[in-house]
């Protein structure tokens, strides 16, 4: 290899643009950044001379120049969850609309993580925050009180918390499921959900399930988010001498979990046991039997909260609290219960 091979030579510079172009380096910014305003052939020229020299604009340079870093960052607690996978794909989409790129990074659902990591993005400049839950720690409210940075609250809806919330309410969906069992007759239901440690959104749902049981038994099992979890859990249910008519999952992962544990052991679903799950994603409406579940706006979620936090980083407006509808999704995992005299 020699010194004349092209691998070998320095990476173009605006200067170098410029020289070549016979224009100066403001004129070849103008190009990049308002080419509207650049006479025709000057245009051509600059751009003749980027593709002969292969520049390509350095982000950080571009950023000093605009004062724009045109990014934001999103914190959730994992990437292990289809629920967050199409959250953040409708999110990146629409906020590719409007000139955003997004950077994510993860939480565990640890507080001082997210405060850590929502200063680590502040810090190389992000515009904007999504984040997921309304409980943050004191030390992530005063990052945002200090650096005036849009921030928004996502998979929760709460009009009273000091950050704008764009998401369903937890406690409502809950509600919906629980209530399709007991409309179907079932008396004896167990409540399957994730962890509770630093998660309002299962507190939040099992806090609306335990205001509306009435006079049906209702016990529940904890176990972590997967399909191994809601197996574990299928193991535990069915162990119980006081087997329940009816399962009731806060998440669809655990609810397929639960699904392939009660047929392992033999179980029938819905014909022994109703199974319903808790947020519709794409797998459980082939599972077989197909699940009843409620249905979680997630990517319209995205979809909002992109276009709020672009609206708010481009006319420093805030925008409002926005609730969005979770809906019933009847299919094949639950049946009327012909015990009880309902």
Same mark, same amino acid.
């Given at each position: 290899?020699?010194?004349?091979?092209?691998?070998?030579?320095?990476?173009? %510079?605006?200067?170098? !643009?410029?020289?070549?172009?016979?224009? *100066?380096?403001?004129?070849?910014?103008?190009?990049?950044?308002?080419?509207?305003? !650049?006479?025709?052939?000057?245009?051509? &020229?600059?751009?003749?001379?980027?593709?002969?020299?292969? #520049?390509?604009?350095?982000?950080?340079?571009?950023?000093? /120049? $605009?004062?724009?870093?045109? #990014? +934001?960052?999103?914190?959730?607690? =994992?990437?292990?969850?289809?629920?967050?996978?199409?959250?953040?794909?409708?999110?990146?989409? &629409?906020? $590719?609309?409007?000139?955003?790129?997004?950077?994510?990074?993860?939480?565990?659902?640890?507080?001082?993580?997210?405060?850590?990591?929502?200063?680590?993005?502040?810090?190389?400049?992000?515009?904007?925050?999504? +984040?997921?839950?309304? =409980?943050?720690?004191?030390? #992530?409210?005063?990052?945002?009180?200090?650096?005036?940075?849009?921030?928004?609250?996502?998979?929760?809806?709460?009009?009273? %918390?000091?950050?704008?919330?764009?998401?369903?309410?937890?406690?409502?969906?809950?509600?919906?499921?629980?209530?399709?069992?007991?409309?179907?007759?079932?008396?004896?239901?167990?409540?399957?959900?994730?962890?509770?440690? /630093?998660?309002?959104?299962?507190?939040?749902?099992?806090?609306?399930?335990?205001?509306?049981?009435? /006079?049906?038994?209702?016990?529940?099992?904890?176990?972590?988010? @997967?399909?191994?979890?809601?197996?574990?859990?299928?193991?535990?249910?069915?162990?119980?001498? %006081?087997?329940?008519?009816?399962?009731?999952?806060?998440?669809?992962?655990?609810?397929?979990? +639960?699904?392939?544990?009660?047929?392992?052991?033999?179980?029938?679903?819905?014909?022994?046991?109703?199974?319903?799950?808790?947020?519709?994603?794409?797998?459980?409406?082939?599972? !077989?039997?197909?699940?009843?579940?409620?249905?979680?706006?997630?990517?319209?979620?995205?979809?909002? @909260?992109? *276009?709020?936090?672009?609206?708010?980083?481009?006319?420093?407006k805030r925008p409002e609290a926005e609730k969005l509808e979770a809906r019933?999704?009847?299919?094949?995992?639950?049946?009327?219960?012909?015990?009880?005299?309902?």
């Amino acid at each position: 290899m020699t010194q004349k091979d092209p691998a070998l030579k320095k990476r173009a %510079n605006l200067r170098d !643009v410029a020289k070549a172009a016979g224009v *100066s380096v403001a004129t070849v910014s103008r190009v990049l950044n308002e080419p509207g305003v !650049v006479k025709k052939d000057t245009l051509e &020229r600059v751009q003749k001379a980027i593709a002969e020299l292969r #520049f390509v604009p350095s982000a950080a340079a571009r950023a000093i /120049n $605009s004062g724009r870093t045109r #990014f +934001v960052g999103a914190l959730i607690p =994992t990437l292990d969850n289809a629920i967050f996978a199409r959250f953040l794909a409708a999110l990146e989409r &629409r906020l $590719s609309e409007d000139g955003l790129s997004l950077i994510v990074a993860t939480t565990e659902s640890d507080l001082d993580v997210e405060a850590k990591k929502a200063k680590g993005l502040v810090d190389i400049g992000a515009e904007g925050l999504i +984040v997921t839950g309304a =409980t943050h720690g004191a030390e #992530f409210y005063d990052l945002i009180e200090r650096t005036m940075i849009p921030a928004i609250i996502t998979s929760y809806f709460d009009d009273t %918390n000091p950050l704008p919330t764009i998401g369903y309410d937890n406690k409502a969906a809950a509600q919906l499921a629980l209530q399709h069992l007991i409309d179907l007759g079932h008396r004896r239901i167990a409540v399957v959900h994730g962890p509770v440690h /630093n998660n309002d959104r299962t507190l939040a749902r099992l806090s609306g399930l335990h205001s509306v049981h009435k /006079n049906r038994e209702l016990t529940t099992v904890e176990t972590e988010i @997967s399909l191994r979890g809601g197996a574990e859990a299928a193991a535990k249910i069915v162990s119980n001498s %006081n087997k329940p008519d009816a399962i009731l999952c806060l998440s669809d992962v655990v609810a397929l979990g +639960v699904l392939f544990g009660l047929q392992s052991k033999g179980l029938r679903v819905p014909d022994e046991v109703s199974l319903m799950g808790l947020d519709d994603l794409p797998s459980s409406a082939v599972a !077989v039997p197909s699940l009843t579940t409620v249905h979680l706006p997630v990517s319209r979620m995205g979809e909002r @909260s992109a *276009s709020a936090l672009a609206r708010w980083i481009s006319t420093q407006k805030r925008p409002e609290a926005e609730k969005l509808e979770a809906r019933l999704i009847k299919r094949n995992s639950t049946i009327r219960n012909t015990v009880f005299n309902t």
